[in-house]
């Protein structure tokens, strides 16, 4: 008996705010508030919501029968409780379904398995965290950014005890080879390799909505006679996607959701499918083989390679600054340092330096904040550029970032003392100013009654020297 396994990426980054070179060294906050919240919203009531609560309904309506897996990144997750915990908890009813497997992956949705294995795992271990603080779950299967796997990777995620890894079921990689299998990682056997049927997880993801597709349009009944011509030796179907393709990527008006309220009760009536999730396959299958990957994979773009973040030379450039610091950072304690260092990490940046515009142009527009991949480029270089300062200046690597530390401190510590008496200073010359306003107007007065004084001295004295007068000429 063959069983789809469904599994949906729920992402979003924090997008970086207009920063601009003159901000470098005096604004240290990044981010777009505006856009990373209003995005955030629309996502979720067009997907995240009306999804949920569709799953839930199909959970509870074919009593547990259906079953979905979900890796939500850590940067969603701080977003949900920042702007819609309502999401968070949609997700949490969910979890308590039991039906419902929650992935582990990277914190900050990042490339870092690329780069830096001790800083890869600390990242898992802060994403495992979230799930369960989140969903009360310890996940057993890893789901790297963006599927990205290779034979060293997965050597990487096994050392870290996780049973099963997801990855995409590339041509150029399986060759005559079936995605519909379960395989193992060729250096470290004990790890399972689930590969995604990259062409009817596409058909829902991408093409559903297009009117120019020779299969349009797909309905539930159609997919499934997909499935039921399948060779029945071919044990599980792995369909796996945004979970954007709900709502955002394929709006509501296009069906969408009745085609995914629609499938179970084809799947159920019409085939001998089953539903099941990672672990479910991982745990009941046998491994047919190992697959062999000795570069890097991915599931993005019609490559199915590392080309969407690390394609041209900005986004090499960008990368490899990013992770000049990774030494440094691993001697940080100051807590608004290390979230930068996470959200500076988020794949999404370099993806929006990517110059692929001919057959992906659509994918790479979308949330894209900038015109250009210039444009972001030199966004995210005066970002970096400013977060290099302040690392510096809190961990020097040599003498000479020493020594601009510590004059950076003795100047900061001169201008705190100059704000200082700047502060005394004005209140002294307030004190002053009210004094002598005081003084002013008590002397006014005191002059005011002096004069009134000298007047009436000088009319009491006439008055004697009229009556002298007088009284010589009364005589005559």
Known sequence: MSTICLYFQVHQPFRFRNYRFFDIGDEHYYYDDYSNESIFRKVAEKCYLPANKVILELINKYEGKFKVAFSISGIAMDQME??????????????????????????????????????????????GEKLKKHFKQEPKVFRNTELIYSDEIGAQVARMGYEAMLTEGAKHILGWKSPNYLYCNAIDPKLKVLLKN??????????FSDQSWEEYPLTADKFVGWLNQMGKEEETVNLFMDYETFGEHQWEETGIFKFLKSI??????????????????ARNLQVVSAIQVPYPISWADEERDLTAWLGNELQEQAFDRLYELGEQMKKITDPVLKKDWSYLQVSDHFYYMCTKFFSDGAVHSYFNPYDTPYDAFINYMNVLSDFSLRVNAAVPKNNVEMEIANLTGIINEKDEIIQKYEQELYELNKQLFSGTKRTTSAGKTKTANTAGAKKAGTAKKKSPARKTKLAKRKPE
């Open 264 to 281: 179970p009760e084809m799947v159920f009536a019409n085939s001998d499918f089953t539903f099941s999730t990672p672990a479910e396959v």
């Open 198 to 207: 990259f062409k009817l997880s596409d058909d829902i993801a991408f093409r």
């Open 82 to 127: 920042l702007y819609a915990p309502d999401v968070l908890e949609s997700f949490k009813a969910l979890a308590e379904t039991g039906k419902v497997e929650f992935l582990a992956e990277t914190n900050s949705h990042s490339l870092v398995s690329l780069k830096d294995e001790d800083e890869f795992r600390q990242q898992v271990e802060e994403h």
